[in-house]
């Protein structure tokens, strides 16, 4: 293998072909491009050919087709990585975009080492990972049915003005409208179904919210999920989809590369001696921006523990309490200062960019299985 050269493949991956350009080590230009069907017949056979004579190198863009393929290639015996699409070099007067070149520009890119590659999760992570997710989406689902009873309702006239929507109080309305047969008989079926669909859309998230639970108590999680809800406003939840998305914590250098990760950092647009900063990028990952965004909410509150806080904490580290205890007075304080002269959503977005920082801090000491990546295996390459 020493002396063998390499030999890099770029791939453009569809679901039904996958197009191929392969650019030897010195070459100027690939010598081989190709469409193959999605095949692992046809690509191993090629891959196998190159590797007789040089060190084959693959590569292909992060989108619906998964990690099958980089698995599979891997099992060959080839190295295979995946890079992050949003971050590959794109020339500003460039107009011209199709599979042949788009091959060719990842080979020639992934030569040069100027590709961001991704970490390929284990599929025991992929698993779990989608359960987590699979729970977000029913919680997105009950959200709209919420608002299909509240605005069937509102086109009969009937509107709650007694309080808040889906408090107790609210909840019993709702039912009292369906047990006393207010609206006519056809309303009354359709009052009747949408109230069923929130139903059961309510009680298989519960189920989900189970499985999480149980999920969380396993020994590549428990120590993960327990420090991290050490921390006001991240609940077992939200902690599972921290560990899940982002999976080990320690391919983040430093805390910035990790507020970089989920778009937490403010964008720029800088030149000579002006500087000027925008609005956060919101680039990487949405699912644990939220998750920060909505526990940075709880910091508008004094420092304090809780009768649910103190739960959650019982049986962890002093530091892990120690730690949590202090980024309550700090986030409070960040608040305080950024809302007096900011808008509140200002403030909190600041808050979350500040609270990641000490959720990076916090698992840089954990030592469990998690903390480290579930897999020895896994390659880490950080989307930052």
């Not at 499985?211 to 993960?224: F, K, S, T």
């Amino acid at each position: 293998m020493k002396n063998k050269t390499k030999v890099y493949v770029g791939m453009d991956v569809h679901k039904d072909s996958v197009m191929i350009a392969v650019l030897p080590e010195r070459a100027r230009e690939p010598t081989l491009v190709k469409r193959l069907s999605h095949d692992p017949r046809g690509l191993r056979r090629l891959l196998d050919r190159l590797a007789r004579q040089h060190e084959v190198r693959a590569c292909y863009e992060a989108s619906g087709a998964g990690y099958v393929l980089e698995r599979t290639i891997r099992g060959w015996g080839h190295k295979c990585e995946i890079v992050a699409p949003s971050l590959i070099p794109r020339r500003p007067g460039e107009q011209r975009k199709h599979d042949r070149k788009d091959a060719e520009e990842l080979a020639r890119l992934y030569r040069a080492g100027e590709l961001v590659t991704i970490r390929v999760p284990t599929e025991r992570e992929e698993r779990v990972r989608d359960l987590v997710r699979c729970r977000e989406v029913f919680q997105r689902e009950i959200l709209k049915s919420r608002h299909y009873i509240l605005k069937f309702l509102a086109r009969r006239g009937l509107v709650h003005r007694e309080g808040r929507n889906w408090t107790r109080k609210h909840l019993m309305w709702l039912r009292a409208i369906q047990r006393d047969a207010v609206l006519e008989t056809e309303d009354h079926v359709v009052f009747g179904e949408y109230l069923a669909l929130l139903d059961y859309k309510l009680d298989r998230r519960d189920e989900l919210d189970r499985q999480i639970e149980i999920l969380a108590l396993e020994p590549a999680y428990r120590d993960v999920v327990g420090r991290l809800c050490c921390l006001k406003g991240i609940s077992t939840h939200a902690a599972m989809v921290l560990a899940t998305e982002i999976g080990d914590f320690r391919r983040f250098e430093h805390p910035g590369k990790l507020m970089a990760y989920v778009g937490l950092v403010p964008s720029e647009h800088s030149s000579g001696g002006s500087r000027r900063q925008g609005s956060i990028t919101k680039a990487g990952n949405s699912r644990v921006r939220h998750v920060l965004v909505q526990a940075a909410w709880n910091y508008r509150f004094a420092p304090r523990c809780g009768a649910v806080l103190k739960r959650r904490q019982q049986g962890q580290a002093p530091d892990a309490l120690a730690h949590s205890w202090k980024a309550q007075h700090r986030l409070h304080k960040v608040y305080k200062r950024l809302a007096f002269r900011k808008n509140n959503q200002i403030a909190v977005v600041a808050v979350a960019r500040e609270l990641t920082g000490f959720v990076w801090a916090l698992m840089q000491d954990c030592g469990s299985e998690a903390g480290r990546g579930l897999d020895a295996g896994a390659r880490a390459g950080v989307a930052a």
